[in-house]
């Protein structure tokens, strides 16, 4: 076989890789090494920012199939047609841990779906728990810091993030999720992924509706425990994905739907806007609507998948956000991460590149390419301001105008202390469903971190199990008490 001739960057060949320019064979080198110079610049700049949170993670292209319409509910392109295929590229992660730390933590799983919608890239950034710890954006950094290393020792320290949880009971549904044996998914293939927030569809008529996604994996949920995963390949799901893939072994979800009108909404219990709560599934059934299905790898980690830029405000017609606090901090933390992260033209980049044609008048910045699917983002027209006389200057399109948002009837600005709203219920469900084993698990589990916790902490948390369900305080106090002796 003839090898392919190594390059510069440029383009042109090279005579020798291995041996710089020197002064004689025992001399300095000289300022003639543009090669070597080249070399040695690049791999200096090999590095971008890592994200500050779901650092860690694998992606892959696929296909979202429709198998039930959405036209009753949504204008939205991708969901009209019962058969139509949508190409996606998915990203799975952990949440707390850095590049360098293991597949296998305890931890949510990122599930992140860009489509490539015939009306631009719709992403659904969602994890593989229904609910979250907050919901209110300002806590989201707090939290996090709790969950990351101490900032001293640079050491993982299950303290903090128990002495965040004790002053903020909110996290608890979301805590006995991640406490209990679904706190370690077996394998990427083998969770489930949600929007968790609350999104709206509207239609044709103008009419909205409050809607949740659920993707519900169809290769089972398995799980690791806490014993397990102490001794897994910190590699070990990156692996399992890749080789799955490659072998044709193609991994897939069956994605569903739960929906609320506007009336629903302003009837229902439990406020349908609160990321720590769940929609009960017998009032709000799952609608199977599609299936998902992961069918190709990446070709370069780094270019696709590390430099995937996910954003929950990527909508197209036909789906919005709604009164969901925590995501209206999501919809304008994503895009201020990614021109950070990877720079201000990202969305130029073929792997968040739209496989439509982007119009519009903004211009230049590093790294400005061309858009791979057409259109006229580089003002090859000429026009680059709006309104203009230019039949070839895009124009807005009134037609996918979206309708008004409903908000409370005579609300106010202010800020609402939502402290006294039961925490506790939807926990309590969730351990009350769990066998006696799961229930054990979730003792052991939360025993083992916070048994390192001072007296008051433990007390706080006990205190939140006990108003969940007393079983649960008891649990977890026996098992802690066993470590004691
Ligand atoms: C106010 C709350 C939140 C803020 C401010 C926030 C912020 C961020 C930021 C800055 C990133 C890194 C983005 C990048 O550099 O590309 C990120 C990634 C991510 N977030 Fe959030 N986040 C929040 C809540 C959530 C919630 C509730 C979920 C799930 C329901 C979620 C799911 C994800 C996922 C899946 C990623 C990784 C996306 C990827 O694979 O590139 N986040 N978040």
Not at 47 to 66: C, D, K, S
Not at 105 to 125: C, E, L, S
Request: glycine share 8%; hydrophobic share 35%; aromatic share 12%.
């Amino acid at each position: 076989m003839t090898k392919k001739v190594l390059t510069t960057s440029a383009g042109a060949p090279v005579s020798d890789d291995n041996n710089s320019i020197s002064v004689g064979p025992r001399g300095p080198l000289t300022y003639d090494n543009h090669y070597t110079f080249e070399k040695l610049a690049h791999f200096n700049r090999e590095r971008i920012p890592e994200r500050v949170v779901h650092a860690r993670g694998t992606g892959a292209y696929g296909t979202f199939t429709l198998t039930k319409s959405l036209k009753e509910f949504t204008i939205a392109d991708f969901l009209q047609n019962e058969g139509k295929r949508t190409d996606v590229f998915i990203r799975f992660s952990t949440v707390g841990g850095g590049q360098d730390s293991h597949d296998f933590a305890r931890d949510p799983r990122g599930f992140a779906i860009k489509f490539y919608t015939k009306q631009g890239n719709y992403d659904m950034v969602g994890n593989n728990t229904p609910v979250f710890f907050l919901r209110d954006p300002s806590k989201f950094p707090d939290f996090i810091h709790s969950q990351k290393k101490n900032p001293r020792t640079n050491l993982p320290d299950p303290r903090m993030a128990y002495e965040f949880w004790a002053n903020y009971p909110q996290a608890l549904h979301q805590v006995t999720i991640l406490m209990s044996d679904r706190g370690i998914p077996a394998s990427y293939r083998n969770m489930n992924g949600y929007s968790s927030h609350t999104y709206s569809f509207w239609n044709e008529k103008g009419e909205r509706f409050w809607f949740k996604w659920h993707f519900k994996t169809n290769q089972g949920i398995k799980t690791l425990r806490a014993e397990e995963a102490a001794v897994a390949d910190p590699h070990g799901a990156q692996q399992d994905l890749v080789e799955a893939i490659d072998r044709g072994d193609f991994p897939s979800w069956t994605a569903k739907v739960q929906i609320m009108t506007e009336q629903q909404a302003r009837d229902a219990e439990v406020n349908p806007f609160d990321l720590t709560k769940v929609w009960p599934h017998d009032e709000f059934p799952l609608i199977e609507v599609g299936q998902l299905e992961l069918n190709r790898n990446v070709d370069n980690y780094f270019a696709e998948t590390e430099q995937a830029a996910f954003a929950p405000s990527n909508f197209v017609p036909g789906i919005s956000s709604s009164p969901d606090k925590m995501l209206q901090g999501r919809l304008l933390a994503y895009q201020d991460a990614h021109r950070y992260r990877v720079g201000v033209n990202y969305n130029q980049l073929p792997v968040n590149a739209a496989k439509c044609p982007v119009n519009h008048y903004q211009r230049d910045g590093a790294m400005a390419g061309l858009c791979p699917a057409g259109g006229n983002h580089h003002q090859t027209s000429g026009a680059n301001f709006y309104p203009n006389d230019r039949d070839d200057g895009p124009a807005p399109d009134q037609a996918v105008a979206e309708p008004p948002m409903p908000v409370e009837a005579g609300a106010w600005l202010d800020r609402f202390d939502t402290d006294e709203e039961d925490h506790y219920t939807q926990a309590g469900n969730l351990f009350r469903i769990m066998s006696d084993d799961q229930k054990q698990q979730l003792a052991n589990n939360i025993a083992g971190g916070l048994g390192q916790c001072d007296a008051s902490v433990q007390q706080r948390m006990l205190a939140q199990f006990e108003k969940a369900d007393p079983d649960y305080a008891a649990r977890v106090a026996a098992t802690l008490q066993a470590y004691r002796v």
